[in-house]
């Protein structure tokens, strides 16, 4: 993939981010979220978000920023579990790719640096959480080896979604994912 660099993300990529992940989110759940999230989960929500995660990160957390030709195509965060669903697995969170760079293994690499990332963490079970309903995000996550292994409502800020956990529980699943 020609020009295709990965980074860690600092606080000066906040409204990168925040453009980014609002645009593939609000694609994605244009027919699962309730219109009310859909507005208020907007670009100025996301850039509060991250403008906190980039400035206080929690332990062992990462967050990653893949640019084509210095544009910003993906990205993705992991780091300690968020919600005791994930019972002490290390949780991959926020994997968003632009729709027009989807499919050509993008997100797959770079699932693979947040495992390698996870791994270097002392985490050998790793998981993440999906709206149920996404059904192209399941396939995606199955297609890497991820089991459907509980569900949770994810009370979120604004809109109480019904999360399926997905996770790679066996060591050696573990390693096939950080070798995306």
């Given amino acids: 993939m020609t020009g295709l660099t990965f980074r860690r993300a600092t606080a000066e990529d906040r409204d990168t981010l925040a453009e980014l992940h609002s645009r593939v989110w609000q694609t994605v759940m244009a027919e699962l979220a309730p219109p009310e999230a859909l507005a208020r989960l907007d670009e100025a929500h996301r850039r509060k978000q991250w403008a906190r995660v ?50 050509q293994g993008i997100g ?24 149920e309903g996404n059904l192209p995000a399941i396939a995606f996550y199955e297609a890497l080896g991820g089991r459907i292994v509980g569900h949770y409502t994810d009370l979120g800020p604004i809109w109480k979604s019904q999360d399926l956990v997905m996770a790679w529980d066996e060591r050696d699943d573990v390693l096939r994912l950080a070798a995306c």
């Avoid at 690499?109 to 959480?129: E, N, P, T, V």
């Fill in 54 to 103: 980039l400035a206080e990160p929690r332990q062992d957390e990462c967050v990653l920023l893949a640019e084509r030709d210095g544009r910003a195509v993906a990205m993705g965060a992991a780091g300690s579990p968020l919600h005791p669903a994930f019972e002490g697995r290390g949780e991959l969170r926020a994997i968003d790719v632009d729709g027009a760079c989807q499919r």
């Fill in 108 to 131: 797959r690499q770079l699932i693979g640096r947040l495992a390698q990332h996870l791994i270097q963490c002392g985490y050998d079970r790793i998981g993440l959480s999906v709206v």
